[in-house]
């Protein structure tokens, strides 16, 4: 119970950081932790009595009084290396957690691998990891990352449904130390792995958070929308306020499709109020997704954000929307897409990107998703992105605001492929064919033909989708075709 000593817990304490077993009592519930595995020691008899617990906490708790798996890697012993003991208490942990369907939460800070174990072909021989990281998805998996995380931290904080970095910390295949060595130059941890590059450029941090008590609280809350497992729906709410109804739904979206705004504050006109969670934030900023609530039952929400790039798509955003259709499917959790996007990005850039099959990935999930899925088309909707976005058969249910503007592609652009005239150079010819490039692209004119099953008032966005939703109920638990998808893609 003494973990590293007191000389070393005194250090983070100064440092203003939770040691391991502080973390463990702020997120579970009061009086409902059960450790496993507290006197396991190292398997090197050397070792024995400098390892308590040999550096990993786990055990069983409760969370809102829903049970939880825990791995807390305690860094004052032996930096929270792994080794033959620990990995079979993790391996226990998540192990029971799937078979329970019990989320497991790995609370993440460590030097790596305890390299005296695994050096030689007798510690390589040893190892058992056929399964160690499969993800089936029968309950969530939940990683925050503190400090360091190597080796196993950062396995952990990749395959989990939702990763927290605390703001400061580095995640990475292997030290700064061990790069270094590798490449022969100085390595700064923060260019290798420090979480700004997690939240903005590789999106592994699905949030960030300023303390180890703000990353609690952010894992607490994350859990709050989700099922214990995929045999259930997600836990219901009382919304206790008023919502606003979707009543500054029309100063909130400029008329002009020109113009760009923040389509977060659009989000929460119509969810219950409060209830906006965001994921990935930093990462592919031209596309919001979040978990949310309506009438108290969780949604997930994909929304094209044009104060980014105008909300064209790329293959950033591709990542972003996958990875929350597969979250959302595997946990019984309604889809809404919130749509105002110009198309995909195109370019050689884009292409080295990946983006053809970052777009196919994301048609995949949406064709093998089978929770309920509803689509609002809020102004504009161009080209193959119009299908990604939940229209031409992709979703339930789709509507249309009257607002909103739908085609292949810009009319401006498309009299340029097609006629090849500028409107700079000949502005009559340009203006007769644009005409022709704009009719027939109304959301009345997608309703004719029955793309869209109704056109609304975007005041009446809230109304129709809690409608949906109630109607929408009896399909209960999905089918989870997606339960084996990668989380890192």
Same mark, same amino acid.
Request: some cysteine; proline content about 5%.
């Given at each position: 119970?003494?973990?590293?000593?007191?000389?070393?817990?005194?250090?983070?304490?100064?440092?203003?950081?939770?040691?391991?077993?502080?973390?463990?009592?702020? &997120?579970v519930?009061?009086?409902?932790?059960n450790?496993?595995?507290?006197?396991?020691?190292?398997?090197?008899?050397?070792?024995?009595?400098?390892?308590?617990?040999?550096?990993?906490?786990?055990?069983?708790?409760?969370?809102?009084g829903?049970?939880?798996?825990?791995v807390?890697?305690?860094?004052?012993?032996?930096?929270?290396?792994?080794?033959?003991?620990?990995?079979?208490?993790?391996?226990? @942990?998540?192990?029971?957690?799937s078979?329970?369907? @019990?989320?497991?939460v @790995?609370?993440?800070? *460590?030097?790596?691998v305890?390299?005296?174990?695994?050096?030689g072909?007798?510690?390589?021989?040893?190892?058992?990891?056929?399964?160690?990281?499969?993800?089936?998805?029968?309950?969530?998996w939940?990683?925050a990352?503190?400090?360091?995380?190597?080796?196993?931290?950062?396995? /952990?904080?990749?395959?989990a449904?939702f990763?927290?970095?605390r703001?400061?910390?580095?995640?990475?295949?292997?030290?700064?130390?061990?790069?270094?060595?590798?490449?022969?130059?100085?390595?700064d941890?923060?260019?290798?792995?420090?979480?700004?590059?997690?939240?903005?450029?590789?999106?592994?941090?699905?949030?960030?958070?300023?303390?180890?008590?703000?990353?609690?609280?952010?894992?607490?809350?994350?859990?709050?929308?989700?099922?214990s497992?995929? /045999?259930?729906?997600?836990?219901?709410?009382?919304?206790?306020?008023?919502?606003?109804?979707?009543?500054?739904?029309?100063?909130?979206?400029?008329?002009?499709?020109?113009r760009?705004?923040?389509?977060r504050?659009?989000?929460?006109?119509?969810?219950?109020?409060?209830t906006?969670?965001?994921?990935?934030?930093?990462? %592919?900023?031209?596309?919001?997704?979040?978990l949310?609530? !309506?009438?108290?039952?969780?949604?997930? !929400?994909?929304?094209?954000?044009?104060?980014?790039?105008?909300?064209?798509?790329?293959? %950033?955003?591709c990542?972003?929307?996958?990875?929350?259709?597969?979250?959302?499917?595997?946990?019984? !959790?309604?889809?809404?897409?919130?749509?105002?996007?110009?198309?995909?990005l195109?370019?050689?850039?884009?292409?080295?990107?990946?983006?053809?099959g970052?777009v !196919?990935?994301?048609m995949n999930?949406?064709?093998?998703?089978? @929770?309920?899925?509803?689509?609002?088309?809020?102004?504009?909707?161009?080209g193959?992105a119009?299908?990604?976005?939940?229209?031409?058969?992709?979703?339930?249910?789709?509507?249309?605001?009257?607002?909103?503007?739908?085609?292949?592609? /810009?009319p401006?652009?498309?009299?340029?492929?097609?006629?090849?005239i500028?409107?700079?150079?000949?502005?009559?010819?340009?203006?007769r064919? &644009?005409?022709?490039?704009?009719?027939?692209?109304?959301?009345?004119?997608?309703?004719a033909?029955?793309?869209?099953?109704?056109?609304?008032d975007?005041?009446?966005?809230?109304?129709? &989708?809690?409608?949906?939703l109630?109607?929408?109920?009896?399909?209960?638990?999905?089918?989870?075709?997606?339960? *084996?998808?990668?989380? *890192?893609?």
């Amino acid at each position: 119970m003494a973990m590293g000593g007191g000389e070393k817990l005194a250090r983070r304490r100064s440092a203003g950081h939770l040691n391991a077993r502080e973390r463990v009592a702020m &997120l579970v519930d009061d009086d409902s932790w059960n450790e496993t595995g507290l006197f396991g020691v190292a398997a090197d008899v050397a070792l024995q009595e400098v390892t308590p617990a040999d550096g990993k906490i786990t055990g069983f708790g409760q969370v809102d009084g829903r049970p939880v798996g825990v791995v807390a890697y305690d860094f004052t012993v032996k930096g929270s290396s792994s080794s033959a003991t620990n990995n079979k208490k993790m391996s226990h @942990v998540k192990e029971l957690g799937s078979k329970l369907a @019990v989320p497991v939460v @790995v609370l993440g800070e *460590s030097t790596g691998v305890r390299m005296p174990d695994i050096m030689g072909g007798r510690g390589m021989g040893g190892l058992q990891d056929g399964t160690r990281f499969l993800r089936t998805r029968r309950a969530p998996w939940v990683s925050a990352i503190f400090g360091s995380a190597f080796g196993s931290a950062a396995w /952990h904080a990749v395959a989990a449904d939702f990763n927290v970095m605390r703001k400061g910390a580095t995640m990475a295949v292997s030290s700064p130390k061990l790069v270094s060595l590798a490449t022969r130059s100085d390595v700064d941890p923060e260019e290798l792995g420090g979480w700004k590059l997690h939240h903005e450029v590789t999106g592994f941090a699905d949030q960030v958070a300023d303390s180890d008590e703000d990353a609690m609280a952010a894992i607490r809350r994350f859990l709050g929308y989700l099922p214990s497992g995929n /045999h259930e729906l997600p836990p219901r709410m009382q919304c206790d306020v008023e919502p606003s109804h979707g009543s500054d739904l029309l100063d909130l979206v400029p008329e002009s499709p020109s113009r760009v705004y923040d389509v977060r504050p659009v989000i929460d006109s119509i969810v219950d109020p409060g209830t906006r969670f965001d994921l990935k934030e930093g990462f %592919a900023r031209n596309l919001v997704t979040a978990l949310a609530r !309506i009438d108290g039952r969780s949604v997930g !929400i994909i929304a094209s954000n044009p104060m980014s790039k105008g909300g064209a798509l790329d293959a %950033a955003a591709c990542v972003k929307a996958t990875s929350m259709i597969v979250l959302c499917d595997s946990f019984n !959790i309604p889809i809404v897409f919130l749509v105002d996007q110009p198309g995909f990005l195109v370019g050689v850039e884009a292409e080295r990107q990946g983006i053809v099959g970052k777009v !196919i990935n994301w048609m995949n999930a949406l064709s093998l998703r089978t @929770v309920p899925t509803f689509t609002v088309l809020m102004r504009k909707s161009y080209g193959q992105a119009y299908v990604n976005m939940g229209a031409g058969g992709t979703s339930d249910e789709v509507a249309a605001w009257f607002t909103a503007e739908v085609s292949f592609m /810009h009319p401006n652009s498309a009299v340029e492929i097609v006629h090849g005239i500028r409107a700079q150079d000949e502005p009559l010819d340009f203006e007769r064919h &644009l005409d022709e490039m704009e009719r027939a692209s109304t959301a009345y004119d997608v309703a004719a033909v029955y793309g869209v099953q109704d056109v609304i008032d975007p005041r009446e966005t809230r109304t129709w &989708l809690t409608r949906k939703l109630d109607l929408y109920e009896r399909v209960g638990i999905g089918q989870h075709l997606m339960s *084996s998808w990668p989380t *890192s893609f």
